[in-house]
């Protein structure tokens, strides 16, 4: 069953380094998506992309993200300088509208430890 | 504003039955359901699309009232792989076609033998 891929499971940083998060997202999806997860607390959305422009942020998502399909399969997430507070679970997700239905699959996470 | 769920944690023994809750103040175009375990990915559940839906997957099923933007998710005859945290993510009525989900606080499922 396809699956969205996400890499490296695991980054640790030190504060003001720039991280770069990578996701494969299934293969004929359209839609694309960057959420993350604090320990211990809910899912919160950050970005939004599809035809090849960010379609929605939230306030979260500052000018220190950024996110890029530079190819034709992978979607990444740079933070430009990391600060304590991003230390989360990031969660890449893709979906293929079909009709009124938008269902999103996730990837397993990467958890960004920020030191 | 997000959605709220309750309760917020549930602790059942195998085979009794459970219904998590999700509420909203702002009128809902979906509401998806997700169930994560320690460590994991949120996995997709259901979709439930104004109008009123109810769903079943196996012995996991879910309505959607739309007049009161609430959806519940029923579990019945629990088994232990149902334990989990249960989120409910929301897709505003008139927001963009771009699928925003907003998720509640998640419930947490334990279930013993």
């Known amino acids: 069953e396809p699956e969205v891929t996400q890499t490296p499971s695991h980054q640790v940083t030190q504060m003001g380094q720039e991280v770069i998060l990578r996701c494969v997202p299934i293969?004929?999806?359209?839609?694309f998506y960057w959420y993350r997860q604090i320990l211990g607390q809910k899912v919160e959305f950050l970005v939004s992309f599809y035809n090849n422009e960010i379609s929605e942020k939230s306030e979260i998502f500052d000018d220190q993200f950024s996110v890029e399909r530079p190819d034709g399969s992978n979607f990444t997430l740079k933070i430009r300088s990391t600060k304590l507070e991003d230390s989360a679970m990031y969660f890449c997700?893709?979906?293929?509208?079909?009709?009124?239905?938008?269902?999103?699959?996730f990837g397993a996470g990467t958890r960004l430890s920020v030191l | 504003q997000q959605p709220v769920q309750s309760p917020q944690a549930v602790i059942l023994r195998e085979g009794e039955d459970a219904v998590i809750n999700c509420s909203s103040s702002k009128a809902l175009y979906s509401v998806h359901w997700y169930r994560q375990k320690h460590g994991e990915a949120p996995v997709f559940l259901m979709i439930?699309?104004?109008?009123?839906e109810q769903k079943g997957h196996d012995k996991i099923s879910a309505s959607f009232n739309e007049k009161k933007q609430q959806s519940s998710l029923y579990l019945t005859a629990s088994q232990l792989s149902y334990s989990g945290t249960y989120f409910c993510?929301?897709?505003?009525?008139?927001?963009?076609?771009?699928?925003?989900?907003?998720f509640g606080q998640g419930t947490i499922l334990t279930v013993h033998p």
């Open positions: 293969s004929n999806h359209l839609y």
């Open positions: 997700a893709s979906s293929f509208r079909l009709g009124t239905k938008n269902i999103q699959y």
């Open positions: 993510g929301t897709e505003i009525l008139g927001g963009t076609s771009y699928g925003k989900l907003t």
């Open positions: 439930l699309l104004k109008g009123g």
